[in-house]
């Protein structure tokens, strides 16, 4: 393996690990006001992982054949999210957007997840020393999948902090912008 592929993979595996543990500490509810920044840094900062990875020309792996990894529990970070992010955890998608414009129904909680488990796998392989394996999994997995999912979470949550924090009353505003001018 290059060198420069094992620095790609060394900071794909480091970006792999704050993704999981800003998204466990989001899915534990101990700073719920935090929750939606930081979920939006967390998923900004892996879709430049996915970026990168998809970038670069196909990785092979060594082997030809997956070997068998323990899948990770997910189900306590998909149901932290969720109960963190009720009534704002569905939202409306495109099925694709470069070939139709049906219209489908997504979840932040599932895509949150779905990228979690996708880097979850390729650290399995890597922490085990297979790391063309790990490349070719993240990469693989980004282009499949979560690639999309984590861009689609990405524009909701972006958008939810644009209504946060820019869908004040008039009345607010006016006497911000007062306060402001009248010290």
Known sequence: ?????????????ADARAYLTTLTEVASGSAPDAAIP????????VLVMGARLGAIEDIVPAERFE????????????TGVANLFEGLDEYADLVDPVTSTELTTGSLSNDITVVAGALAHGLRHYDQGRISEALWWWQFSYLSDWGERA????????SLIGHIRLDADEETISEAEFDALHP
Do not use: F, K, N
């Not at 393996?1 to 595996?13: G, I, K, P, T, Y």
């Not at 930081?38 to 900062?45: E, G, P, R, Y």
């Open 1 to 13: 393996m290059s060198d420069d592929l094992q620095v790609l993979a060394d900071e794909s595996a």
């Open 67 to 78: 070997t068998d990894t323990v899948e990770a529990e997910l189900d306590p970070l998909r």
């Open 38 to 45: 930081m979920t939006l840094l967390a998923l900004s900062q």
């Open 151 to 158: 861009a689609s979470a990405l524009r909701v949550l972006q």
